[in-house]
Each structure stands twice: as C-alpha cells, then as structure tokens.
C-alpha cells in the first residue's frame, strides 16, 4: 500500500467542492417553464432538459439526445452566493475528459458586453448540491450557466441568498444551428462554455444550438425534418455542418448531404458553412489515411460550390497549433476548441 498523502491533503485548492449548511437559500427550480422560455441552445420547445424532441432519429442519438451540450442560462441576482442543485444519469465516465466537463456546470459574469469566466462545478458525483461561488458583493450581477456536455440531466436547481432578488433573464441574439460530430458535441473540453460552440456564442453573441452527436452524425432524412423546425420556429440565421468524421464513406457523405441541401428549407436566407475534418499528426505517417482525407476534402469543397455555401478547411483552423490542440489526436482540447472558434468568428460574419 502506497503511503503517499492524497493531493488533496496537501493542496486543499484540489479538494472537490461542497455546501455550505449554514445559509438562508432560496430555490430556483429550473422547469419546463424555464427551459422553453429561457434556456440558450434549446432547439424545439418540449418542456425537458432534451436537445430533440421525441423524433426518432437513431438508436444512438436516443442516448445522446439527452446529453445538454450547448445548453446555458442567464439570470441576474444580487446573492452573495450561489449554490446548485443537480441529478445526472451518472458520474463521469471518460478517461480522456473531465469529469467537470462531462457533468459539470461551468459559471460565467457579464461586465461590460463580455463574459468572464468564475467557477465550475468540481465534483464527480451523479448527484450533488455545492457552492459555486460565495462571498461575493451583494450587488446585481448578470450570469450565465452552461451545462454538462456528455451526461443527461435529470433536474437542477440554483440557490441563491433568501432575501435576494433573481430573475432568469434572456438577451436578443440571432441563431446559429451546428450539426456536427463529438467535436461540435464538446469532446474533450475540460469544462462546458469551452466547447468551440460555446466560445462562438460569447465571441459574437450568438445562440448556438449544438446539435452535436458522438459518433452518431449520421445525415438522416429524420434529422433534417427536425433541423428544418429548428430552422422555421428559432428564425435561424447560420446552419454549420461538421460532418466528415462520422460519414463511413464518400459515396454515404455525398448521398445524404446532397439529400439535405436538396430538402432544407428557407436556403435563400440561411447562410450555410460546410467544414471539412481538422488537422491530425496521424497523417503525416499514414499514407493511405492521407489519400482518403485528401479526396474527402475535394469532394466537400467540390459539393460545397455546388450549393453555393462556405467551404471551410478545417485543416486550416489549428493548423498553426501543430497538432497540439487535442487529447488524443482527434478531440480537442481547450486550446484547439479556442483557436478553432477563433478562426470561425472571423469566417461567420
């Protein structure tokens, strides 16, 4: 047996957090009411923490459907504290991602027009209640919550002093939808708000609805019928597609993305962007994964003139990084969604 001393012995800033038991709270349950109304990164209002309603779509996109990536809230109080209240299906599960990632919350204060980041929620338990921030001013600060990448979420509830005034609030944005892969799910941020959608919104104040799917972007007829609603009842203005890594062939890519640009609705006033896979070390090494990439690659640019949308190389967006933007060669970490959503703020408008 090891008689090394636990981290969090020695450095409690490492210690995960807890509640504080001793405060007057008053609840905020964050329902159906709340999540039709308020919540950024909702597509079609159905009353539930999930990102699709009960369209089938796939076996797999039923489970991930569920997961809240892209979700945030706002609201403004004068609290000297807040705390959550959260149920997950689960704790983390990842090897290669955060548990605060995975199924945490991330906290963010508006001053000025930006967002700065404050806190997040450092445990790895399915269900929890702790402090995200305290002793604080007592003074109005506007916030916002964004929510667990790759968990379901059962219920929340945010605390804040009893005598204090709240309120979930929402500003004026125009929409961009995203379909895309595990990356555009938020694979593998450390934290939620540092997905590449997430960095998008706050960089041009856009709402973002990732629709991300790990390993499940698939290109169905089911999805686009559901897109297309997205697109009529949220007024959507930017539609990007991140579809490359999950297409298992180009004969499967270009049948179903032409499918779609063929059916999609209101294209005369979406503006559409079409990015191709990022940069990988592996095929530097890799001959043949090189020729197939490449031939992908000619074969969206070739698609994407033929529509008439914005072909973006995604091997162009970290290419700078030198292939240090991910965990393991594919997702990316921080440092790639930031650069990646960089680049697209100066692409999108």
């Not at 636990?6 to 509640?19: A, V, Y």
């Not at 699709?52 to 797999?60: I, K, W």
Request: net charge positive; glycine share 6%.
């Amino acid at each position: 047996m090891s008689n090394l001393k636990d981290i969090r012995e020695i450095d409690t800033n490492m210690k995960e957090l807890d509640s504080e038991k001793n405060l007057e709270v008053k609840w905020f349950k964050v329902d159906s009411k709340v999540i039709d109304n308020y919540m950024l990164g909702k597509g079609l209002k159905n009353g539930t923490f999930n990102r699709l309603d009960d369209s089938f779509v796939s076996d797999h996109v039923e489970t991930l459907k569920k997961h809240t990536a892209g979700y945030s809230l706002e609201f403004r109080t004068a609290s000297r504290f807040i705390k959550i209240q959260a149920k997950l299906a689960g704790p983390a599960y990842m090897a290669h991602m955060t548990a605060v990632g995975t199924i945490g919350f991330s906290l963010y204060v508006k001053k000025g027009k930006k967002w700065y980041f404050v806190s997040s929620s450092k445990i790895n338990q399915a269900e929890y209640e702790l402090d995200l921030i305290k002793d604080i001013n007592k003074k109005p600060y506007t916030y916002r919550l964004y929510f667990p990448l790759y968990q379901a979420l059962l219920d929340l509830k945010i605390g804040v002093e009893y005598d204090a005034p709240f309120e979930f609030v929402q500003d004026e944005m125009e929409t961009m939808l995203v379909y895309g892969t595990s990356i555009s799910q938020g694979g593998c941020a450390t934290r939620p708000g540092m997905d590449y959608c997430s960095i998008l919104g706050r960089l041009k104040n856009l709402n973002v609805i990732n629709l991300g799917f790990s390993g499940s972007c698939k290109l169905e007829p089911a999805m686009l019928t559901i897109i297309n609603q997205i697109i009529r009842e949220r007024k959507v203005k930017y539609l990007l597609f991140e579809v490359e890594a999950n297409s298992p062939s180009y004969e499967h890519f270009q049948e179903r993305f032409t499918y779609f640009m063929e059916h999609l609705e209101n294209k005369e006033n979406l503006k559409i962007f079409l990015i191709s896979h990022f940069d990988e070390a592996i095929v530097f090494i890799n001959d043949k994964l090189r020729a197939y990439r490449k031939g992908f690659y000619q074969l969206q640019k070739k698609t994407a003139e033929k529509y008439g949308i914005t072909f973006i190389d995604g091997t162009k967006l970290i290419k700078k990084m030198d292939c240090e933007g991910s965990v393991d060669g594919t997702h990316l970490t921080d440092l790639g969604f930031y650069e990646v959503a960089k680049q697209l703020a100066k692409i999108i408008k």
